[in-house]
């Protein structure tokens, strides 16, 4: 297939040079990540696009995508797939999708969760949301990136899958902390604490595939110095994505509110910038009771 792709930091990057070794045709832009091996360089997003049966985007934010947007959707043969794997709000998913609609072409939104490990892999999932045709069209494309493509909808269905689950991933970190935090407080010893949590009804996955405590369950960023993993400002971007769903949706989310509040304290007036989101132990952990 004749693909353009736009954005190839660190997750676009490994993701289009997997569908060049696929044996598809990329061309790529970037305002500043230099193109992976195989992928031809085009001079602008728009000059990406042209010609493209598949456009993929991967970028930071909902504006920029909108931007991006803005200028590839008329270089794109009618009929051709946008198709945006980036985390973004579901409202600028929604508009993306019906300005490519009204241009004559399809649209995805199709988040992926696997981090920089996954996109380098080709193990990401993707969570799609579109329309069926679409997302025929784009499965290959998704098999080569990812071991698996749920179609959980309509446009911006991806984006609510991706937002919801990182919604629990974030509270459910900050419960698998706190309690350690309270077990050192108790004088449990950690990996009791593991032994008992991950085989009883407390387990989650972030203690029993992501323990937040160092020398604890399989290897995790803790055994690495909390060296990100999932950087706690990622999740924090989220976490916020979420919050700004639930206030569009009209939706009570207290501990999703609740965690946004905690990791913005962490990233912005603590030294959570940086490390891995597991790092809310140690921050946990050296606190008293308020
Ligand atoms: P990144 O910052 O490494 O890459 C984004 C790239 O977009 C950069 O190379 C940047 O130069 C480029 N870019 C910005 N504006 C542009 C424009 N106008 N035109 C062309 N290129 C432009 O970020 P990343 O880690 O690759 O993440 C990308 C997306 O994937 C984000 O939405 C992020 O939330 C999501 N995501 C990241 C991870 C992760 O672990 N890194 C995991 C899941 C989802």
Avoid at 20 to 49: I, N, Q, R, W
Avoid at 94 to 107: D, I, K, Y
Avoid at 251 to 258: E, I, N, R, S, V
Wanted: proline share 6%; with cysteine.
């Amino acid at each position: 297939m004749k693909i353009g792709f736009i954005g190839l930091g660190n997750m676009g990057g490994p993701m289009a040079a997997n569908l060049v070794k696929a044996g598809h045709e990329v061309t790529g832009f970037d305002l500043s990540a230099p193109m992976p091996a195989g992928v031809a360089k085009a001079a602008s997003a728009a000059a990406a696009a042209q010609g493209a049966e598949v456009v993929f985007t991967m970028l930071p934010n909902g504006a920029i995508l909108r931007a991006v947007a803005v200028e590839v959707i008329p270089a794109m043969p009618k009929g051709a797939v946008l198709c945006d794997c980036s985390t973004v709000d579901v409202e600028s998913a929604r508009a993306v999708a019906e300005q490519a609609v009204a241009a004559g072409l399809a649209a995805l939104d199709a988040p992926v969760s696997g981090g920089v490990g996954g996109a380098t892999a080709g193990t990401l999932t993707f969570m799609v949301g579109g329309p069926d045709a679409a997302f025929a069209t784009v499965q290959p494309l998704f098999d080569i990136m990812g071991q698996k493509a749920v179609h959980c909808g309509a446009a911006g269905a991806g984006q609510a899958a991706k937002i919801c689950n990182n919604m629990i991933l974030g509270v459910t970190m900050i419960a698998t902390c706190e309690a350690f935090a309270l077990a050192d407080k108790l004088g449990l010893d950690r990996q009791k604490m593991f032994d008992v949590v991950s085989t009883s009804s407390g387990y989650s996955w972030t203690m029993n595939a992501y323990c937040p405590a160092p020398g604890v369950g399989p290897t995790s960023p803790a055994d690495n110095d909390y060296k990100p993993g999932f950087a706690a400002e990622l999740m924090l971007k989220d976490l916020r994505l979420s919050q700004q769903a639930a206030e569009a949706a009209d939706a009570d989310t207290p501990m999703g509110q609740l965690a946004a509040a905690l990791y913005t304290t962490f990233v912005e007036a603590e030294d959570g910038r940086g490390k891995d989101f597991s790092a809310m132990l140690p921050r946990l952990a050296a606190r008293h009771r308020g």
